[in-house]
């Protein structure tokens, strides 16, 4: 009987080491290939919200940047920068991600959400209305009604990215 019990014990985990091994191998194929891709959504968000880029180069973050500024990115061709973000609202724990595009005279000019899980969407004119406000003018763009906590969280953010390019662009980084 007691040998039963030890059968069974190494056959099941003799089960889970092949599996453990075929998903490592899965892994060690498919990650680089997810990276890339990672890498290649963000590109192109890059480009999307900076009309006329032709390719950047990632900055160091600043000293004192908010914690939803996640990259700061040059155009190399002078059009701008692109910044990335990442943000939650006080109602919802999931990640709020998206790109904004600020011109060489930090003004907006673009906005791509790349992730919003909430049940209610704030609809595309509420990011619009960001499109040529500038550090002193995005905290007065009004809240989307129905979405307080999500367009809070947005607006903060648009906020920090705009006072993150200031520091670059002043050299205070």
Do not use: H, Q, W
């Amino acid at each position: 009987m007691k040998k039963d019990y030890i059968k069974s014990i190494a056959v099941l985990g003799a089960i889970c080491l092949v599996i453990a091994a075929l998903l490592a191998t899965v892994n060690y194929f498919t990650a680089p290939v997810i990276k890339e891709n990672s890498a290649a959504k963000e590109n192109a968000s890059l480009s999307e919200v900076l009309p006329g880029s032709k390719s950047f180069k990632a900055e160091k973050l600043p000293d004192g940047a908010a914690e939803s500024v996640t990259g700061i990115y040059t155009d190399e061709g002078g059009a701008g920068y692109a910044v990335t973000l990442s943000t939650s609202s006080a109602y919802s724990g999931s990640p709020m991600t998206f790109t904004l595009g600020v011109d060489s005279e930090g003004k907006v000019v673009g906005v791509k959400i790349t992730n919003y899980s909430e049940t209610k969407d704030f609809g595309s004119d509420y990011p619009d209305g960001y499109i040529g406000a500038d550090a002193g003018s995005a905290g007065d763009v009004n809240l989307a009604a129905g979405v307080t906590y999500s367009s809070t969280a947005f607006r903060e953010a648009v906020c920090d990215a705009l006072e993150a390019v200031d520091m670059i662009r002043e050299g205070r980084g």
